[in-house]
């Protein structure tokens, strides 16, 4: 059976307490489409330090590169939650070449780089597929320090006629706060996403304002990940962004409830959210 979600970007480990636990917006888009009863898989590239077998990744196909390093990230948010970031680790860049021709017919292809790791040539790779985009890790630059901050996304003109559902936040917006507009103008579909203020949708000239799911924040990281995922498969299946962001707003209540993936929920446990609010 031909995959149904495929995710390209890297698998990390992010740093906690506890040790390392897997990150990474691709692993946060495989696990939640899998949650939500789709065929997923992944591309990524991954050192050898990286626990392939994890059961987290249960039910997932995942075509590994053999990278020198595994991405790493030490994420310190502070009490207004903003994060603050060093990369500890950067896995190689993926390509064409690294997705496998069957792959190119998904229904849904999303590119979301953590690292700045993934081609933008791969917006153009696909066939009759709904292409999501999350440009976040084509906006971070890091130096000697390993602390990341804020770029241009460069490469947008070229990535964004390709695209049907660009998902970015607030945070990614203020790198370059004028930019939105040509966003806008290339993307069938924008999404702006403002943490627990909700979103904004912005399609064929017209905006929609949507409210966010009440929520106990554990752990915000990869909710926006989850969000995105969320939105592409419900916008896939009904073809309604206002339906799709509702979904998606649902699915990261969820998420943000738990510590990095464990708690990405399923579609019984969204459905019944829906109907209780």
Sequence with gaps: MLPTFLAIGHFCYDVTPDGYVIGGPAAYAAITARNLGYHACAVTAVGTDFDRQNPILDGIDVIYHQSPETTIFDNRYDADG???QRILGV???LQPHHIPSQWKHVNIAYLCPVADEVNPVLAQCFNHSLIGVT???WMRRWGESR??????????????????VLVLSDEDSAAD???????IQWTQIVVLTKGKQGATVYENGQILESVAYPAHEVDPTGAGDVFATAFLIKYHETQSSQMA????????SFAVEGKGTANIPTRDQVNARLRNT
């Design 135 to 137: 440009p976040q890790g």
């Design 147 to 164: 602390h990341v901050h804020s770029k241009r996304w460069h490469a947008a003109e070229m990535i964004l006629p390709y695209t049907d």
């Design 91 to 93: 896995g190689g860049k």
């Design 82 to 84: 903003r994060r603050q």
């Design 177 to 183: 706060p004028e930019a939105l507009g040509k966003y």
């Design 245 to 252: 962001v509702n979904v998606a707003h649902c699915a990261a």
